[in-house]
C-alpha cells in the first residue's frame, strides 16, 4: 500500500508561479514510477508530466516548458514546478503512482486556481 498526499496549490495570477509537492510513503519510492495528472472542472482528467524510477521525464504538450517535474529519492517526493501559469491550468492536481510489479495509487488531489 503506497499513500500519497499532494501540497502547495492555491490561488495565484496569470503569468505566476507555484511548486506542488507529493509526499509518499508506504513503499520503496525508488522504485516506483511517479506522474502528475489535473482534472479541469467538468474535463477528463489528463496526463501532466512523468519521471520514472529510471529518471526519465516526460511532459504532456500543454505544459512543455513552462513546468518541471523533479523526484527526490532521499525525501520521497515529487514536485512540479509550474511557472508562467495560465487561467487555463486551473484544475485539481494529482500525484500518481505505478510500478512495474503493479500497484497503482493516486492522491487526493490539491486544487490550483490562476485568475487572468
Known amino acids: 500500500q503506497v499513500q500519497l498526499v499532494e501540497s502547495g496549490g492555491g490561488l495565484v495570477q496569470s503569468g505566476g508561479s507555484l511548486r506542488l509537492s507529493c509526499a509518499a510513503s508506504?513503499?520503496?519510492?525508488?522504485?516506483?514510477?511517479m506522474a502528475w495528472y489535473r482534472q479541469a472542472p467538468g474535463k477528463q482528467r489528463e496526463w501532466v508530466a512523468t519521471?520514472?524510477?529510471?529518471?526519465?521525464?516526460n511532459y504532456a504538450d500543454s505544459v512543455k516548458g513552462r513546468f518541471t517535474i523533479s523526484r527526490d529519492n532521499a525525501k520521497n517526493t515529487v514536485d512540479l514546478q509550474m511557472n508562467s501559469l495560465k487561467p487555463e491550468d486551473t484544475a485539481v492536481y494529482y500525484c500518481?503512482?505505478?510500478?512495474?510489479?503493479?500497484?497503482?495509487?493516486w492522491g487526493r488531489g490539491t486544487q490550483v486556481t490562476v485568475s487572468s
Open positions: 508506504g513503499s520503496i519510492f525508488s522504485g516506483r514510477h
Open positions: 500518481y503512482s505505478w510500478a512495474n510489479s503493479g500497484g497503482n495509487y
Open positions: 519521471a520514472t524510477s529510471s529518471g526519465s521525464i
